[in-house]
């Protein structure tokens, strides 16, 4: 029993950890918005800008139905929309990934 109440209180390695990353870390955040009507869609936190990662990133308006401007995104990052928003889809095309964003909470264009 001594045993197994040892082994449970052991830390965990996390998949960062299994990969040979540090502990998730804050390198920032940028914003996707609007070109056309600057809302803001897409908050794109950094977690890890050291790693040799490059992807490019636009999000669809749900305001207006323009684009963000296209983002290049190096190292390890996590997406999430911004206030009343969510994320409906995400569609690799041509190697950009394009976030398709809606309001939470509207229905027929009214709330």
């Known amino acids: 029993m001594d045993a197994l109440l040892q082994q449970a209180t052991q830390p965990i390695e996390t998949a960062s950890e299994k990969a040979g990353l540090t502990p998730i870390k804050d390198d920032g955040h940028i914003l996707l918005k609007c070109s056309n009507c600057d809302k803001e869609l897409i908050d794109i936190w950094l ?21 963000s401007f296209q983002k290049e995104i190096k190292g390890v990052y996590h997406l ?32």
């Open 47 to 67: 977690t890890h800008t050291e790693m040799p990662i490059k992807t490019k990133i636009a999000a669809v308006c749900c305001f207006c139905g323009d684009k």
């Open 80 to 111: 999430s929309a911004c206030k009343n928003l969510s994320i409906n889809n995400i569609i690799n095309d041509n190697e950009v990934f394009i976030i398709q964003t809606s309001q939470i909470g509207v229905k027929n264009g009214t709330y």
